[in-house]
């Protein structure tokens, strides 16, 4: 062997064996990462249980019933982790949402009858498009948040060719469904969604994470009609698996082009009703800067709610681009719609420098703005929505689109598999909840409405 200077030359790596030495870094880091989380959620379930148990059962003989009772949960949960859950585990009933890499589907899980949503993702988009650094970021937020802001996952698994998210199904479908319907928001309403869109931001960038893609196609509906955020498509973490560098071996392919009329604003609100879902996503991602560009969003988004339209609409992406880069000249309000004074002020606040924005400070400046000063912010999840929502049954879609089938669920044999050699980026991409596995046979409240 060569020596330089009494030391080893060191010997070049092949990207084959470098490669496997990546899959052993991460597939160990992986393991060790996850018994130590389901050690920590295990710990803080027996807390949970002994707070509630502490307050609500006063026999000491019944405390030690339901201590037992959670025991036997947990190490059912132990064992039904073991079991493979698959598309076998699902009867797919529609599809109620279509987007570039994949579709959403609603489907029934065959042993309990739940209602689920099923988010299918296409392993070789991801990977061509550079997207598995993000739907990691997506997995990992959806099972770290466990609140009431962010619509909740179940389960998480994958075949040969797809990804599978298995979440909560929100009968009240999307924000953009409900603008599509009312054209444009009255204060009152605007203050209540934006106000619980603040707290649903809020709550996963205390968790690490930028969500870098609120849109009202992302704000989701429950059957009460409150807000929960979903799609983490572009959401970005703290960890090394977040970033697109980590997976940087990939292909890239550009954004697909569209087109706006330059209308009059009666008329420009009338074409954007038409064409929103494809126009959206300019309009609110182009100015970011890490966690406040969900603020900038958020003003983009309270805009549209007042006026009927973004404010930043063009005939091309690039004189998006343009409008947005220049906002000081760009951002105006037209006369012929009427809003208040504080309302235009918030907006300003949004959709302004990162350092003045609204929220660079913390969000305790933003909850104090004039326009939120009705806001009980402690208990406005607990008040009735500011539109109510009706729904007929536990798989009422009346409030989603309507969309052709597809061929995403095809047997995977007959197409073609992604490259294997990638698949490694896909490691610990299954997950199982607690409740979703202990819970069996058993459908919750809300879901049961106007079911008979």
């Known amino acids: 062997m060569a020596m330089t200077g009494g030391t080893a030359a060191a ?11 990546t899959v052993a870094k991460l597939t160990l880091e992986n393991f060790y990462s996850t018994l130590l989380t389901q050690h920590e959620e295990r710990e803080t379930r027996y807390v949970q249980m002994e707070l509630i148990i502490g307050v609500s059962v006063p026999v000491s003989q019944q405390k030690v019933m339901r201590r037992s009772q959670h025991a036997r949960k947990e190490t059912e949960f132990l064992r039904l982790k073991r079991t493979r859950l698959g ?26 009858g739940h209602i689920y949503a099923m988010k299918i993702l296409r392993k070789a988009d991801m990977l061509e498009k550079e997207q598995v650094a993000h739907i990691r970021a997506e997995r990992d937020i ?7 802001w962010v619509v909740k996952m179940f389960y998480s698994f994958q075949d040969k060719r797809n990804l599978y998210l298995i979440m909560e199904f929100l009968p009240g479908g999307d924000m953009m469904t409900l603008l599509m319907k009312k054209d444009t928001l009255s204060e009152e309403a605007t203050q209540f969604y934006i106000a619980e869109t603040v707290l649903a931001i809020d709550s996963i960038h205390q968790l690490g994470f930028i969500h870098r893609d609120i849109k009202p196609d992302n704000l989701l509906l ?13 959401c970005t973490g703290l960890k090394k698996a977040h970033r697109t560098e980590f997976y940087r071996n990939l292909t890239h392919n550009p954004p697909s082009d569209f087109s706006f009329q330059n209308m009059n604003s009666k008329r420009k609100a009338e074409t954007w009703k038409k064409n929103r879902r494809q126009l959206v996503r300019v309009c609110h991602t182009r100015y970011c800067s890490l966690w406040l560009c969900d603020w900038w969003s958020l003003g983009v988004i309270m805009y549209e709610m007042l006026i009927g339209y973004p404010p930043f609409c063009s005939e091309t992406p690039q004189e998006t681009y343009r409008k947005v880069m220049n906002w000081k000249e760009t951002l105006v309000f037209p006369p012929e719609v009427p809003i208040s004074e504080r309302a ?3 907006i300003l606040r949004y959709c302004n420098d990162a350092e003045n924005r609204v929220g660079a400070v913390s969000v305790e400046e933003m909850k104090s703005h004039a326009f939120f000063e009705p806001v009980d912010w402690e208990h406005i999840r607990e008040r009735p929505a ?18 052709p089938e597809s061929d995403i669920l095809q ?12 698949d490694w980026v896909f490691l610990n991409y299954t997950y199982k909840r607690f409740e979703g596995l202990t819970q069996r046979g058993t459908i919750p409240t809300y879901m049961k409405a106007g079911k008979a």
Do not use: C, W, Y
Not at 142 to 148: N, P, R, T
Not at 391 to 399: A, C, E, L, Q, W
């Open 87 to 112: 598309l076998d585990d699902f009867e797919s009933l529609k599809v109620i949402g279509r987007g570039a890499f994949g579709e959403v589907r609603l489907v029934q899980k065959k042993d309990t």
């Open 142 to 148: 959806l099972v770290e948040a466990d609140g009431a």
């Open 386 to 403: 500011a539109i109510s929502i009706e729904i007929k049954s536990i798989d009422d879609t009346s409030n989603f689109d309507e969309f």
């Open 411 to 422: 047997p995977v044999s007959n197409v073609t598999e992604p490259d294997k050699s990638k």
């Open 222 to 234: 429950d059957s009460r009609g409150h807000v929960k955020l979903s799609d983490f498509g572009l």
């Open 344 to 346: 235009k002020d918030l």
């Open 11 to 21: 010997l070049p790596m092949s990207n084959h064996t470098r490669e496997r030495v």
